[in-house]
């Protein structure tokens, strides 16, 4: 009885976990729901302070590449139906490639290298850029068997400071605002001010790294 008591004293002593520190946000972390249309935020914590939220289109797919073809398996978020889409690739050395739609409205499209070039393995794999609509600058990534896109529309920047486990923002013509924040299994869990939980993750690609 003695030691049950004891115990029941220190469960109820016991300190609440402690809140996360300020350089556990550091880096990138992405929306984990995105919208039915795929956008999602990016956040961005820097050591100095600044903070940057882009707004963006984002996909992932597996891919192979069969001679000359790009074949690239989308599964839909929300149904889970899988869809495989074709493209013919061409090489202009290993700075640029041009892909084209068997689509006829669809245009052709010139992606141009950000950074060096694999030794070896395939020509594709790399980061890449380009025009989406002649107006907005789309990235794209490969690794080995993934591609991932994204696509920039809105980015924002401002300041950000952590004091124990409130997370206070200011960004650019927006008021100043204080969420509670956590970090837990992994995530990154921010309480907006309706009350709502918005949960990120640490992104497969850094793509926007820096944006």
Sequence with gaps: MLLLSAFVLWAAAAPEPAPAPAAALLGQW????????????ILEFYPDGRVTQVSASMAEAEYRVVGDRLIAKWKDPATGKISEVETHVEFEGSQRFLEKSDDTNTGDTWSERVGAAPREGSPLV????????????????????????????VTLRGRYSVAGDK???TMQDQPSGEYPFRIENGLLVIQSRNGTAREYKRPETALLEGY
């Design 167 to 169: 997370l206070t923002v």
């Design 30 to 41: 992405e929306s984990v729901a995105r919208t039915p249309e795929g956008v999602g935020n």
């Design 126 to 153: 790399g980061r890449w850029c380009f025009l989406f609509l002649e107006t907005l600058t789309s990235f794209r990534e490969f690794t080995k068997d993934r591609m991932y896109n994204r696509l920039p529309v």
